[in-house]
């Protein structure tokens, strides 16, 4: 793993913004493993200011988000779909239907599972997946104790997420209980991997991801395995290194 660490968040969304940009540069059609939460936020800030600039176009990429809240419509303003149509979607020339995030509100979530990893092989794989992470080092939605093997699959959210997500909810009962999310086998066929974390909450988690045991206990260590994976943080983040 590359570990570069930046000064602080503004810093680190410039930097993840223009290694994404290379990315639709070098690849105009580029498939992009997208990812919600507050941690991406500035970096969608900053790939929109890119764009405006005139340097990209998101015309032939084809994004593949990590997750959405199960229960959610795709016009709640909690959603996933409603995140990314706000921070991203919205301001770039990127095409509907080369949008994918999985169906909150999907009856048969099996079918809606096989149907989000048919799209991940049908697009030829991810080429670049953006990831935050969580306290308890989850990534995507795969909480500790996930077997590394699986695919997209409903999951119940633990304790900790839903506390930790609450501050985008009026209440924590609020916070949906499970969520669809690409599974860690979906993620590690990502040709490369960002992986982004910011401040000192994140310390722990981020010391265990780089520096811990490879376990499921702590999901966000399998990237140790992977080939080609940055991990970006800013010196919060770093704080335990
Ligand atoms: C959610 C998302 C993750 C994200 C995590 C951390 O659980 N499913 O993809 O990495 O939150 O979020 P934040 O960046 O807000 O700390």
Redesign the pocket.
Known sequence: MHLEIVKDYETLSKRAAYILASQIILKPASVLGL???????GTYRELVKIYNEGLISFSRVITIN??EYYGLDKDDEQS?HYFMREHLFNHVDIKDENINIPDGKAVDVEAECRRYENIIEAVGGIDLQL?????NG????NEPGEHFEALTHLVD?TEN?IK??A??FSSPEEVPTQ?I?MGIKSIMGAKKILL????E??AGAVYKMLKGKITPQVPASVLQMHPDVVVLVDEGAASLL
């Open positions: 990812a919600t939460g507050s941690t991406p936020v990590l997750d996933y990831l935050g992470i969580g306290q989850h990534i995507g939605f959210l997420t930790a997500n501050r985008f969520a999310s982004l974390a910011s401040g909450k994140k």
